[in-house]
C-alpha cells in the first residue's frame, strides 16, 4: 500500500499563492489517481480535484476552477497542488488520498468513501 504525506500549507495573505505537496511512500504513487480535499472544522470534507495516475486526467470541482493546478511527478512520487489567488474562504485543511477505483473510472467519483489512504493533512490559512 502507499503512504500518503502532504505538506507545504502555511499563513499566507488573501491573494496570495501556496504549492501543497503529496509524497507518496511504499508503492510508487504512478499506480494511483490522486484526489485533493479539504475540510473546515464542523464542516464536511471538501473535494476540490484529482489527478489520473499519468497525469493526463485533472479535475477541478468549481469553489477552485481557474485558481488551482494540479500536477505530479510520478519518478519522485509526488504530486502537487499549486493555489493562487487564494481567498479567506479558502482556509482548511488540506488532504491528499489515493483512488480506489481502476483506471477507467479514476477520478469519477469525488466522494471521501472513493478514496483511502490519506494524509494527515496540511492547514493552509488565508488572511484578509
Known amino acids: 500500500q502507499v503512504q500518503l504525506v502532504e505538506s507545504g500549507g502555511g499563513l499566507v495573505q488573501a491573494g496570495g499563492s501556496l504549492r501543497l505537496t503529496c509524497a507518496g511512500t511504499?508503492?510508487?504513487?504512478?499506480?494511483?489517481?490522486i484526489g485533493w480535499f479539504r475540510q473546515v472544522p464542523g464542516k464536511e470534507r471538501e473535494a476540490i480535484s484529482c489527478?489520473?495516475?499519468?497525469?493526463?486526467?485533472?479535475i477541478y470541482t468549481d469553489s477552485v476552477k481557474g485558481r488551482v493546478t494540479v500536477s505530479r511527478n510520478n519518478s519522485m512520487s509526488t504530486v502537487y497542488l499549486q493555489m493562487s489567488s487564494l481567498k479567506p474562504e479558502d482556509t482548511a485543511v488540506y488532504y491528499c488520498?489515493?483512488?480506489?477505483?481502476?483506471?477507467?473510472?479514476?477520478?469519477?467519483?469525488?466522494?471521501?468513501?472513493?478514496?483511502?489512504?490519506w494524509g494527515q493533512g496540511t492547514q493552509v490559512t488565508v488572511s484578509s
Open positions: 489527478i489520473g495516475d499519468d497525469g493526463a486526467k485533472t
Open positions: 511504499g508503492l510508487p504513487l504512478k499506480y494511483y489517481a
Open positions: 488520498a489515493a483512488d480506489r477505483a481502476p483506471k477507467e473510472f479514476e477520478c469519477s467519483n469525488l466522494q471521501d468513501h472513493a478514496f483511502g489512504f
